[in-house]
T-cell receptor
Framework: AQKITQTQPGMFVQEKEAVTLDCTYD???????LFWYKQPSSGEMIFLIY??????QNATEGRYSLNFQKARKSANLVISASQLGDSAMYFC????????????FGTGTRLKVLA | NAGVTQTPKFQVLKTGQSMTLQCAQD?????MSWYRQDPGMGLRLIHY???????DQGEVPNGYNVSRSTTEDFPLRLLSAAPSQTSVYFC??????????????FGSGTQLSVL
């Protein structure tokens, strides 16, 4: 079975500071993909970043980076230089790459950026 | 670019009524799926399809039916709505398993209330 755990229901960060959102996962698949999505108050799901378990380097997309620690089974999202527009709900997700199409999502972390 | 289109955006039902949530994508994606989002529970997979004529159950399939007669459309049917089905429903799609793009493309969501 696969499982995603996000232990931080809510977080605050000062504008222009960096913030790390935690995500741990559990899977028996030898290869898998890890994702982060952002959901602003408007409700849409916005793809942020993807990391394959086989990738040698941590993924980065602009101000977003994924701190992938395979041995610890963690895939934390780091947002650098936080902006007010980063205030949103953030979801970590995973898909085992052995053939199943089932994407599993965590319960989310609500981030509030303070001016 | 339309992407993934969900209709309606809002719906109120009475207990026992039936309805269909529509989902259409114009990206020729083989994979389509339905999720429900409830407070504190993240997104949970209801049903998914890997191509026309092929569907399978996710984590929370009870009370929902799906079919996939075309590549473009993946409707979700509630046969007899219950208050426990009050939720926000998301449709998502992606290219087939052979594609390197693992990203899920989401619709804008349907907010359903069952009274």
């Amino acid at each position: 079975a696969q499982k995603i755990t996000q232990t931080q229901p809510g977080m605050f960060v000062q504008e222009k500071e960096a913030v790390t959102l935690d995500c741990t996962y559990d899977t028996s698949d030898p290869s898998y993909g890890l994702f982060w999505y952002k959901q602003p108050s408007s409700g849409e799901m916005i793809f942020l970043i993807y990391q394959g378990s086989y990738d040698q380097q941590n993924a980065t997309e602009g101000r977003y980076s994924l701190n992938f620690q395979k041995a610890r089974k963690s895939a934390n999202l780091v947002i650098s230089a936080s902006q007010l527009g980063d205030s949103a709900m953030y979801f970590c997700a995973m898909r085992g790459l052995s053939g199943t199409y089932k994407y599993i999502f965590g319960t989310g972390t609500r981030l509030k950026v303070l001016a | 670019n339309a992407g993934v289109t969900q209709t309606p955006k809002f719906q109120v039902l009475k207990t026992g009524q039936s309805m269909t949530l529509q989902c259409a994508q114009d990206m020729n994606h083989e994979y389509m799926s339905w999720y429900r989002q409830d407070p504190g529970m993240g997104l949970r997979l209801i049903h998914y399809s890997v191509g026309a004529g092929i569907t399978d159950q996710g984590e929370v399939p009870n009370g929902y039916n799906v079919s996939r007669s075309t590549t473009e459309d993946f409707p979700l049917r509630l046969l007899s709505a219950a208050p426990s089905q009050t939720s926000v429903y998301f449709c998502a799609s992606r290219p087939g398993l052979g594609a390197t793009n693992e990203k899920l493309f989401f619709g804008s969501g349907t907010q359903l209330s069952v009274l």
